[in-house]
T-cell receptor
């Protein structure tokens, strides 16, 4: 069965510092991997996704993530944090073995300090 | 608007009451999902529709939960005899893909926050 583990329910960084949000997944078949962001009182929106091909994927707002099959990881990074990046981030997985649905991790709340 | 619309945004119910939550997906989107998001948690899958067919309801927590999408567009999630543990945000998402969310983006509504007293 699919599952997603996000390490760290809260991450705090200073403005301008590197952002690293960790995600590990479990999937018995090649996965599709996603990062979604949720701002307060808003719905989730897609940051980036990995389906096939290049393992380093770039998303909106300067975020990127690298699919590492050997480590079953899909960590999210951004070189320089901005105050507007403060939000909740969810890693997610879907695959043919799990039917049509997407499974989400518990989320990591990112705090950005001035 | 062009996005996924959910109503009501906020609902307070007394324990034992029935509630109905509505989702209006993006026009033309074949796939529709309902998720439950408890405070401080990620979205948990409830059910999936492809057009009017409910292909997966494995996430519905009990037989008090019922979802329908009779004409393949608007969907309603109904919770009967609400309990305090039903308090959560209920998220609706849609996708243009016939294969659900496999490899594709889910478009989410803002959610319906249910509080059961």
């Amino acid at each position: 069965a699919q599952s997603v583990t996000q390490l760290g329910s809260h991450v705090s960084v200073s403005e301008g510092a590197l952002v690293l949000l960790r995600c590990n997944y479990s999937s018995s078949v090649p996965p599709y991997l996603f990062w979604y962001v949720q701002y307060p009182n808003q719905g989730l929106q897609l940051l980036l996704k990995y389906t096939t091909g290049a393992t380093l994927v770039k998303g909106i707002n300067g975020f990127e993530a690298e699919f590492k099959k050997s480590e079953t990881s899909f960590h999210l990074t951004k070189p320089s944090a901005h105050m507007s990046d403060a939000a909740e981030y969810f890693c997610a997985v879907s695959d043919w073995g799990g039917g049509f649905k997407t499974i989400f991790g518990a989320g990591t709340r990112l705090f950005v300090k001035a | 608007g062009a996005g996924v619309s959910q109503s009501p945004r906020y609902k307070v119910a007394k324990r034992g009451q029935d509630v109905a939550l509505r989702c209006d997906p993006i026009s033309g989107h074949v796939s529709l999902f309902w998720y439950q998001q408890a405070l401080g948690q990620g979205p948990e899958f409830l059910t999936y529709f492809q057009n009017e067919a409910q292909l997966d309801k494995s996430g519905l927590p009990s037989d008090r939960f019922f979802a329908e999408r009779p004409e393949g567009s608007v969907s309603t999630l109904k919770i009967q005899r609400t309990q305090q543990e039903d308090s959560a945000v209920y998220l609706c998402a849609s996708s243009s893909r016939t294969s659900g969310s496999l490899g594709g983006e889910l478009f989410f509504g803002e959610g319906s926050r249910l509080t059961v007293l």
